[in-house]
């Protein structure tokens, strides 16, 4: 099983990011996927996820803000980042919901 995020970057404060999560070696229709990030010197955190019937959750300090979302003829899961804030800076985790694969996370930094 592989996941791999990318879309992360550098971005202003009030602007707009979306990373996504590639996954490949299973049935990804079949599995929830979860959304963490973890900051500098901080615990890894959960940040969002949706079920395999996309049905999703957020944490309150991004809800409003951040929208996940899945194409399951992809095998991917999106979490499109709105009105960003220097706090949401941290390195972006997708994992496949109770399994042990993760990605090897993407950068995010809000910055002016």
């Known amino acids: 099983v592989q996941v791999v995020e990318s879309g992360g970057g550098l971005v202003q404060p009030g602007g707009s990011l979306r990373v996504s999560c590639v996954v490949s070696?299973?049935?990804?229709?079949?599995?929830?996927m979860d959304w963490y990030r973890q900051a500098p010197g901080k615990e890894r955190e959960s940040v969002a996820g949706?079920?395999?019937?996309?049905?999703?959750y957020y944490a309150d300090s991004v809800k409003g803000r951040f929208t996940v979302s899945r194409d399951n003829d992809k095998s991917t899961v999106y979490l499109q980042m709105d009105n960003l804030k220097p706090e949401d800076t941290a390195v972006y985790y997708c994992?496949?919901?109770?399994?042990?694969?993760w990605g090897q996370g993407t950068q995010v930094t809000v910055s002016s």
């Open positions: 994992r496949v919901r109770g399994q042990p694969y």
């Open positions: 070696g299973l049935a990804f229709s079949r599995y929830g």
């Open positions: 949706i079920s395999m019937l996309a049905n999703s």
